[in-house]
């Protein structure tokens, strides 16, 4: 691991903690960080993802760049280490800026699902999440009991790169984007941002059958005056499937996002697409609905 990594573990590990005073305390956080720095993060081989802890989604997170990784245990408050509203504003933040795939990766284990189905359900939170009942996640990994120290930056190659949790300190974000990003800590940010727009956030298929497949095609325009890159996109069912221009939408210039819906039960649905990319409203959401009968 180079020497900018390196520095950006202790710089880290003094700007969380500089109010402390307590040796012991000190030697414990320099203890998590020596211990974790360099470490490969497990994985369970099949986990199941989820939108509100309740429809499934295929979320590829493998072969991401970077990943930010956070785990969640049933101790304490759960809304406490939650912090949803916050993460909203990390993963929009992170991805506005990143010219490479950064996956964020949430395995939250309580006590209880229906309290984070409530939580991400109540709080908009619609990014896919692990529910792992089993506590499958940290019995591979033995993370740390504080659970400051249960969210990392990984590389990818699964190797923890910064450990820290963004949403409880400015400066642990801002050393998460600063490796993304490729800097030295004395780097100014080039953010690479545009504009974009669609032409439609709200799509109607009506009534239609069990087993009939409905498409519609959504104008994706580059607004401003840089490449318009679309990094990432998550459905919040399995029955969405969504095609997008995997080259970068240059200024003025329109792609297709292209969305089709397949039921596979009765009753009325309301699906929310959500498309991260580097501009400036990022990211775009749009919603299906109709009836299947």
């Known amino acids: 691991m180079n020497a900018r990594i390196k520095i950006g573990f202790w710089m880290m590990s003094l700007v969380a903690f500089a109010s402390c ?16 720095q360099g470490k490969e ?33 049933s101790v304490g408050c759960l809304s406490c280490k939650l912090q949803l509203d916050k993460w909203k504003d990390v993963i929009r933040r ?17 006590e209880k699902q229906r309290d984070v189905a409530y939580a991400t359900k109540s709080g908009g939170f619609d990014h ?14 033995h993370f740390p009991v504080d659970f400051n120290f249960q969210t990392m930056l990984l590389d990818k190659d699964n190797k923890v790169v910064t450990i820290g949790n963004p949403v409880q300190s400015p400066k642990i974000l801002d050393l998460f984007q600063s490796v993304i990003l490729g800097l030295d800590k004395d ?16 799509i109607d298929f009506g009534q239609m059958s069990l087993g009939e497949k409905q498409e519609s095609t959504v104008r994706l325009t580059n607004t401003g005056n840089k490449p318009l890159v679309v990094q990432d996109v998550v459905v919040s069912c399995g029955c969405t499937k969504v095609k997008y221009p995997e080259a970068p939408i ?36 749009i919603s299906i609905s109709g009836r299947v009968v």
């Open 187 to 202: 780097s100014k940010p080039h953010v690479t941002l545009t504009t974009a727009s669609i032409d439609q956030s709200a």
């Open 128 to 141: 896919p999440i692990v529910l792992d009942l089993k506590n499958e996640f940290n019995t591979l990994n």
């Open 250 to 285: 240059l200024p003025d210039q329109t792609g297709e996002v292209v969305v089709s819906y397949d039921p596979d039960k009765k009753g009325g649905f309301h699906k929310t697409i959500t498309l991260y990319c580097n501009a400036e409203q990022s990211p775009l959401r």
């Open 94 to 110: 992170i991805d506005s800026v990143a010219d490479v795939r950064v996956s964020f990766v949430f395995f939250f284990s309580p």
């Open 41 to 73: 993060v497990l994985f369970p081989d099949n986990p199941v993802f989820t939108i509100y802890g309740l429809d499934t989604v295929d979320y590829k997170f493998r072969n991401a760049d970077y990943k930010v990784v956070s785990y969640v245990d």
């Open 21 to 36: 005073k307590n040796n012991a305390n000190t030697n414990m956080i320099s203890n998590i960080v020596r211990e974790w």
